[in-house]
Nanobody
Framework: QVQLVESGGGLVQPGGSLRLSCAAS????????MGWYRQAPGKQRELVAR???????NYADSVKGRFTISRDNAKNTVYLQMNSLKPEDTAVYYC??????????????????WGQGTQVTVSS
């Protein structure tokens, strides 16, 4: 079994900062890409940022220059540093990862996992 556990959401004023964390645990052989998605009320879930196992990143245009994604491979953890937050960043943020699961004889295949979501509210 594999779990993604997020932390770091909350209420912040416009222009403020938050840092989200997502730790993967369980029967992990290796982790391919990790990323963050968000879903605002009445809208579809959208990609915010993603990082490969080699550290290559990509961002949604709406967050470029304000958000930074990083990962600590030793801790199986991905972070999202969010600066200059705007009200339109308000959403539930979900961690996502493609994980190679460990079985009795090694790698048993790649699976996609989601965290439970953490609320980010940007409001004065």
């Amino acid at each position: 079994q594999v779990q993604l556990v997020e932390s770091g959401g909350g209420l912040v004023q416009p222009g403020g900062s938050l840092r989200l964390s997502c730790a993967a645990s369980g029967s992990i052989f290796s982790i391919n890409h990790m990323g963050w998605y968000r879903q605002a009320p009445g809208k579809q879930r959208e990609l915010v940022a993603r990082i490969t196992s080699g550290g290559v990143t990509n961002y949604a245009d709406s967050v470029k220059g304000r958000f930074t994604i990083s990962r600590d491979n030793a801790k199986n953890t991905v972070y999202l540093q969010m600066n200059s937050l705007k009200p339109e960043d308000t959403a539930v943020y979900y961690c996502n990862a493609e994980i190679q699961r460990r079985g009795p004889v090694g790698n048993v295949g790649s699976f996609n996992y989601w965290g439970q979501g953490t609320q980010v509210t940007v409001s004065s």
